[in-house]
């Protein structure tokens, strides 16, 4: 499955003067737009669509490197003088990838070819929304919905714009790629001193650099009773490396206590990689008894109130006979 920039936001038409114009691209984190470009579009020359040269805002070649914002994804704005995008039907533009290879081709208010560019031969996807000139400042044209391809979203006529940032009911997640795990622990804590649980994070893809933050939270098990530390950090995958481990340190005691869980949450992954698996979960099993007397063991009746259960008692063995043991407390 390929995971190419695509066009994700824009501006074109509001009310009164055209302001805030833009185009935003999204892609994985990581990716270097200087190798990318967009060619815009003007559908109104006949007989095709003609390069949209004289628009201000240099977009060819882009610049910048995506960051991370959300599962290994993010979006970069370009901001566009108000005559950066024409107004009016069948317009468009077209997102170019390394070796002159169109990634998209889109247009609003109609559809749309063109003879020139390196959008030559091709016909445009209208993008289904538009805006008419009487929108307020602050709409665009936006994708909305799941997933980590532009073919995963809807096209909507979103009042609020967000240049830079990811749309408002847009998530990043799902798209089957690369991703980070982190598996489940559980170990007894000890009497005394400290032991470590090691949690192992694995990457399905070694391929490039790549990182990921992680985050201990407290469940049954807190920091604040001193059942273990807490620790945060980032980890750094080399190329080629697929797994590292993580060390929690869980404090010892002679408590008689059930057992007692904390997680430990991955987050921000990079690398073009998402989280599958995001939260470790940490059990420390209890290896401690409660003692019973002797006077609980014999209770007031006939026979002892706890028959049939095991208990531990403390004491001394003062005799032994054929059907059992005397023991002195």
């Known amino acids: 499955m390929s995971f190419m920039p695509f066009i994700n936001e824009f501006h074109y038409d509001n009310t009164g003067t055209d302001v805030g114009e833009f185009i935003e691209i999204a892609g994985l984190a990581g990716t270097d737009l200087s190798q990318y470009s967009i060619v815009r579009y003007n559908g109104t020359s006949a007989p095709t669509a003609a390069i949209l040269s004289s628009a201000g805002g240099s977009l060819s070649p882009l610049s910048g490197v995506i960051t991370d914002m959300q599962n290994g994804y993010g979006v970069i704005s370009f901001a566009l003088p108000a005559n950066g995008l024409e107004n009016g039907s069948s317009d468009g533009f077209a997102l170019v990838g390394p070796g002159n290879v169109v990634l998209e081709f889109l247009s609003y208010e109609g559809v749309i070819s063109t003879a020139v560019g390196a959008a030559a031969g091709l016909t445009s996807t209208d993008v289904g929304v538009l805006e008419n000139g009487t929108n307020p400042i602050g709409t665009s044209i936006a994708r909305t919905g799941t997933g980590t391809q532009g073919s995963d979203f809807t096209w909507v006529l979103d009042t609020d714009d967000t240049p830079g940032a990811i749309n408002n009911s847009q998530s990043f997640v799902g798209g089957g790629g690369a991703s980070f795990s982190i598996n489940d622990v559980s170990q007894a804590e000890g009497n005394s001193g400290t032991i470590s649980l090691t949690f192992t994070v694995s990457r399905s893809d070694g391929a490039g650099a790549a990182t ?64 599958g698996d995001g939260q470790g979960v940490g059990t420390i099993t209890n290896d401690d008894s409660t003692i019973t007397r002797i006077h609980d063991i014999q209770g007031a009746q006939h026979s002892s109130p706890l028959v049939g259960q095991t208990v531990t008692i403390q004491g001394i063995v003062t005799a032994v006979d054929s059907n059992g043991f005397y023991i002195q407390c």
């Open 212 to 275: 990921v933050d992680f985050a201990t939270a407290d469940a049954t098990a807190t920091v604040a009773n001193a059942d273990y530390i807490s620790t945060s950090g980032t980890l750094n995958f080399a190329d080629g490396e697929l797994s590292k481990t993580i060390s929690v340190t869980v404090n010892g005691d002679t408590a008689n206590e059930a057992n007692e869980t904390f997680t430990v949450n991955l987050s921000n992954a990079t690398g073009g990689l998402s989280i």
